[in-house]
């Protein structure tokens, strides 16, 4: 059974940097699948924020894309994002999940991490 | 202001059917897969329907999916108290390069 999770600070300043890790078990990341951050702003809808592929490729929303990298690190089976020059509008709950290819579903989810950007 | 387009709201009594659409374009639901999650309150999301019409295993057939052009619809037959939930639609914009998500459907089971 494949599970995620995510781990990093709660709080982050403004104009700071934001940086999660997402560990992956019961699945090797670089064996298949592109692996994906997502975020959801108190009481709003779901954002994707990018995914990484297994062979390293990234694939970023073009309105995060000049903040946004996202890396694997597969010596211990995770993946993580980092948010440049965060504001209070990159106060969210934090997922990590997967997706296969063109087919663009996501199974399954780590259970979310809320980050407040807030001084 | 979603890419994909969700009624913010629906309701239906416990038994009784209810259906949620998701309204795109031919840049996203006409040209690839649309999938719909469940997400409980307090919760993460969870895939409830893939490819348009997939369940999961788990997943039971009280949930359906389907697609016609660019608009795609998730049913729920025999409404639980359980199913109060959001549910999003999602999919990818070739326009925009990205994988979207419709707003979010709030279901009430009164």
């Given amino acids: 059974q494949v599970q995620l999770q995510e781990s990093g600070p709660g709080l982050v300043k403004p104009s700071e940097t934001l940086s999660l890790t997402c560990a992956v078990s019961g699945y090797s990341i670089s064996s298949d699948y592109y692996w994906d951050w997502m975020r959801q702003p108190p009481g709003k809808g779901l954002e994707w924020i990018g995914s990484i592929k297994y062979g390293g490729r990234t694939y970023y929303n073009p309105s995060l894309k000049s903040r946004v990298t996202i890396s694997l690190d597969t010596s211990n089976n995770n993946f993580s994002v980092r948010l440049s020059s965060v504001t209070a509008a990159d106060t969210a709950v934090y997922y990590c999940t997967r997706h296969k290819g063109e087919l663009n579903w996501f199974d399954p989810w780590g259970q979310g991490t809320l980050v407040t950007v807030s001084s | ?110």
């Fill in chain 2, 1 to 110: 202001q979603s890419v994909l387009t969700q009624p913010p709201s629906v309701s239906a009594a416990p038994g009784q059917k209810v259906t949620i659409s998701c309204s795109g374009t031919s840049f996203n639901i006409g040209n690839g897969y649309v999938s719909w999650y469940q997400q409980l309150p307090g919760a993460a999301p969870k895939l409830l329907i893939y490819e348009n019409i997939k369940r999961p295993s788990g997943i039971p057939d009280r949930f359906s999916g389907s697609k016609s052009g660019t608009s795609a619809t998730l049913d729920i037959t025999g409404l639980q108290t359980g199913d109060e939930a959001d549910y999003y639609c999602g999919t990818w914009d070739s326009s925009l390069t990205a994988l979207i998500f419709g707003g979010g459907t709030k279901l009430a089971v009164l």
